[in-house]
């Protein structure tokens, strides 16, 4: 089993909707989780940390649920800048050789059309 | 400010050839990691180093090495290059070393092993 897996898409929508996706990771002792955003042949960016209590920046808004291992990103009125690959990240442990390792799923591709 | 550094940008190698690379982490941050990320996939953990001492190594062999420098500047080194060496390399700086507010990436470096 992957560490990080993610819904495998790709997501192709028009814009204006509601799109989400999904992570789950098999370390429950994972710590620290993120979204990041990736546009063609560049680095990745953070988009936001994601906390057990939930959080929402804008149109964007994740979730993390300890108890299933599972991370969402909801992404609301979709715009053509949205367009990217959405990567799931965890940080796996405190310590030991995965000290300050961030773990990605592949990434999901979203493409929004006019 | 500057963000991550990283050079070369683009680079083309030989079969059996060394390589290095350079990054400088955001002024101030003390952690520096390396990833690879080959085409269609996530980025993966290759290693990261924290004042000067190497706290995470991920699962590549002994061909890549690395250290870092006392202004926390990094390079990757990588021996005896492989056709499947060929990817974006990356390098990300966080403040401290667990990185819980989350990583900088530089833009990469685009190795290609011909």
């Known amino acids: 089993r992957k560490e990080v897996e993610q819904d495998p898409g790709p997501f192709n929508v028009p814009e204006g909707a509601t799109v989400a996706f999904n992570c789950t990771y098999s370390n429950s002792a994972s710590q620290s989780f993120f979204w990041y955003r990736q546009d063609c042949r560049k680095e990745p960016k953070l988009l936001m940390s994601?906390?057990?209590s939930g959080n929402e920046d804008g149109r964007f808004t994740a979730q993390l649920n300890r108890a299933s291992q599972y991370i969402s990103l909801l992404i609301r009125d979709s715009k053509l800048s949205d367009s990217a690959t959405y990567l799931c990240v965890v940080i796996p442990n405190a310590g030991g050789t995965s000290y300050g390792k961030l773990t990605f799923g592949q990434g999901t591709i979203l493409t929004v059309h006019p | 400010d500057a963000g991550v550094t990283q050079s070369p940008t683009h680079l083309i190698k030989t079969r059996g050839q060394q390589v290095t690379l350079r990054c400088s982490p955001i002024?101030?941050?003390?952690?520096v990691s390396w990833y690879q990320q080959v085409l269609g996939q996530g980025p993966q953990f290759i290693f990261q180093y924290y004042e000067k001492e190497e706290r995470g190594r991920g699962n590549f062999p002994d061909r890549f090495s690395a250290r870092q420098f006392p202004n926390y500047s990094s390079e990757l080194n990588v021996n005896a290059l492989l056709l499947g060496d060929s990817a974006l390399y990356l390098c990300a700086s966080s403040l401290a070393g667990q990185g819980r507010n989350g990583y900088t990436f530089g833009s990469g470096t685009r190795l290609t092993v011909v």
């Open positions: 002024s101030g941050h003390k952690s």
């Open positions: 994601v906390y057990s």
